[in-house]
């Protein structure tokens, strides 16, 4: 949004020919203290979800398949090996196409690709 935001005001002196960022390793590396908590208790029960000492009120559900999992880590692994995978696929696939059968075969694929970029999302990050 900044950038974009960046833009529009520059556009309006005169036609942008080029936009480059600059930033340190820094910049990318810092995680806020909430973020960072929420992830330690998140793995915390996840820990004791694969222990069997907690259980969870109701299955976790795959936002893409609507698969049932017992535990978080289960449904990581279940994203992972497969939608991760599937859509590894079809990047790879749009990589060797070239003009028009990679814009219809993107618009096919790629671009309804909503509830995976969803799941993914709440899931890995």
Known sequence: EAAL???RVAERFGEVVDISAYANHHAFS???SWVAEDRR???RLD???SKGVVSPSEPYVCSVCGRKCKT???LKKHFRQLHERERQKKL???KQLKGKKRQRFKERYLD???KYEEA???LIT
Request: net charge positive; no cysteine; glycine share 0%.
């Open 5 to 7: 935001s960046l833009k």
């Open 30 to 32: 810092h995680l806020p």
């Open 120 to 122: 993914a999302r709440n």
């Open 47 to 49: 820990v004791l979800e």
């Open 72 to 74: 978080n880590l289960d």
């Open 41 to 43: 208790e998140r793995r």
């Open 112 to 114: 309804k690709n909503y």
């Open 92 to 94: 790879s696939r749009m």
